[in-house]
């Protein structure tokens, strides 16, 4: 109802966002990655492996385990749990389903000294961007609003410059996440951990991911043609501006020797009532009464109630 809630307070001044990405690289308004189910994890996996989702092993955020007769995570890790809190959801996480090497992995084949960060409000974001091998992977746990990982990547805990970051973030509604204030806790983290690896200030190239995870939360919530999400683009913008005008004067030689790729892991659909609305057609799908009726009109024709084990993210999985 409020949209420039999402907006930051001041517009920096320098060099642009995506204007100076779009003036001085390669720019692709219509490209398309060739996938159905379009979703982070596997979104996330596919920009950094180079590959499709039937050879990285993430082909969706979550997927029913036949064997296990439950539900299983892209990222998920039983023998990772969260630094900090170990009752989390999922119990933990790590690169575990990831089949290959990332781009990051292969930078550290390529070059040895090589550093790798990853940082999302995500943790399946970071987890995929940062590979195998990342020296830092960093998300945010929203249920403390601290900034966590997992003993996958750091074996000895989080490092004190993270602890300093979380102490900042003490007494902060998760709500702000949703919000342009989510878009600047995201570029502090990256800011701060490319200080501290003093990422790009040798002649080794290094590789920082980021993924602004306010901008996904804007578009569920309020489809793509929603002025909530127009502001939300803004702030994006004036985000990417402050962190181009920092790398800037913090790289030797300028931003001429820093490489940028930016594009989406998916894009969102319409809200189904609005979509509606407009005449667009569409509509919600209830998932467990999908299932019910399925499995009764199975009975019938197999004499077998549960046929139909799960259905989960338009998957069908069979007993």
């Not at 409000?121 to 990982?149: C, E, H, N, Y």
């Not at 004190?160 to 702000?176: C, P, T």
Request: with cysteine.
């Amino acid at each position: 109802k409020n949209p420039d809630r999402f907006l930051p307070a001041k517009t920096p001044k320098g060099v642009g966002g995506f204007r100076y990405l779009m003036e001085k690289g390669a720019y692709f308004p219509q490209a398309e990655y060739a996938l159905l189910q379009n979703m982070t994890g596997p979104g996330h996996a596919t920009l950094m492996m180079g590959a499709y989702p039937y050879l990285t092993g993430i082909p969706i955020n979550s997927w029913w385990d036949v064997n296990t007769n439950s539900l299983a995570y892209c990222a998920g890790d039983e023998n990772f749990h969260w630094i900090g809190n170990e009752k989390a959801q999922p119990a933990g996480t790590s690169p575990k389903n990831l089949i290959g090497s990332s781009f990051g992995d292969e930078l550290k084949n390529a070059f040895k000294p090589a550093k790798v960060v990853s940082v999302s409000l995500k943790d399946r974001s970071a987890i995929f961007m940062g590979g195998k091998r990342a020296d830092v992977a960093l998300w945010m746990d929203p249920a403390r609003m601290q900034w966590t990982s997992t003993a996958y990547y750091f074996k000895e805990g989080l490092p004190s410059w993270v602890n300093d970051e979380n102490k900042l973030l003490a007494g902060k509604d998760k709500a702000v996440l949703k919000t342009a204030e989510g878009l600047s806790i995201n570029a502090k983290m990256a800011t701060r951990a490319t200080k501290e690896l003093q990422l790009g200030k040798d002649s080794t190239p290094d590789l920082l991911a980021v993924s602004f995870s306010t901008h996904d939360y804007a578009g569920h919530a309020h489809g793509p043609d929603s002025p909530e999400m127009d502001a939300m683009t803004l702030a994006d913008d004036r985000e990417l501006s402050k962190f181009f005008n920092f790398l800037n004067a913090f790289v030797p030689g300028g931003l001429k020797e820093v490489t940028f790729a930016l594009t989406a892991d998916h894009g969102v659909a319409p809200v189904p009532e609005l979509a509606q609305a407009s005449k667009l057609g569409g509509g919600r799908i209830d998932e467990v009464k999908l299932k019910e009726s399925l499995n009764k009109e199975l009975q019938k024709k197999l004499g077998d109630a549960n046929a139909i084990l799960q259905i989960k993210e338009m998957n069908f999985y069979l007993d």
